[in-house]
């Protein structure tokens, strides 16, 4: 499967942006999707992610209550909701993908097989 990641942009603290991750190559519906980011000189990290089925979610400490992640099955598209952003927000956000399915979400970078190539966003102060 080919991800697809889009949806960053500039935007002012407090602000929003949904970010969208479209698979092409296989039905998206059968795998499961993480969100990572990596800020400028910092390491990789886990954002939020999803089950094969949708059922569960599961949110960084750092953006829980904030970021929603949603699944459209039907367009092949899943979805990072990001309200009240803050500066700290700011990097590259990447989707990433397996076709497994788990009773929970995955938070380890290395168990997923797809990637896609990343978009920026930026939050200003």
């Given amino acids: 499967v080919q991800l697809q990641a889009s949806g960053g942009g500039l935007v002012q603290a407090g602000g929003s942006l949904r970010l969208s991750c479209a698979a092409s190559g296989r039905t998206f519906s ?12 910092k390491e990789r990290e886990f954002v939020a992610g999803i089950t094969w089925s949708g059922v569960r979610t599961y949110y960084a400490n750092s953006v829980k209550g904030r970021f929603t992640m949603s699944r459209d099955n039907a367009k092949n598209t899943v979805y990072l909701q990001m309200n009240s952003l803050k500066p700290e927000d700011t990097a590259v956000y990447y989707c ?12 380890t970078q290395r168990w997923y097989d797809y990637w896609g190539q990343g978009t920026l966003v930026t939050v200003s102060s």
Wanted: no cysteine; charged share 15%.
């Fill in 96 to 107: 990433a993908a397996k076709n497994e399915d788990t009773t929970v979400v995955v938070t």
């Fill in 30 to 41: 059968n795998y499961a999707v993480g969100w990572f980011r990596q800020a400028p000189g």
